[in-house]
């Protein structure tokens, strides 16, 4: 039988793909957070005390 004509690194694509998925993935969830701000009308760490939503969720303590 006779050699391949194409061969591949099955390492390195799993490399690469991997890579592809995480900056996905990463790039997504900062776009989320962005459209959260937008949302809710602040920035990251912001603290007003006329806003009536939080950007990251709130809890009552007693």
């Known amino acids: 039988m006779s050699d391949p004509i ?3 690194d099955e390492a390195a694509v799993r490399g690469e ?3 592809l ?5 990463k790039d997504t969830l900062n776009a989320l957070l962005e459209e959260a701000d937008d949302l809710v009308k ?3 760490y912001e603290r007003t005390a006329g ?3 939080y950007r990251v969720g709130r809890c009552e303590r007693e």
Do not use: G, H, K, P
Request: net charge positive; no cysteine.
């Open 21 to 25: 998925v995480r900056q996905t993935v």
């Open 6 to 8: 194409v061969t591949f």
């Open 51 to 53: 806003r009536e939503a």
């Open 17 to 19: 793909l991997r890579e």
């Open 42 to 44: 602040a920035d990251r």
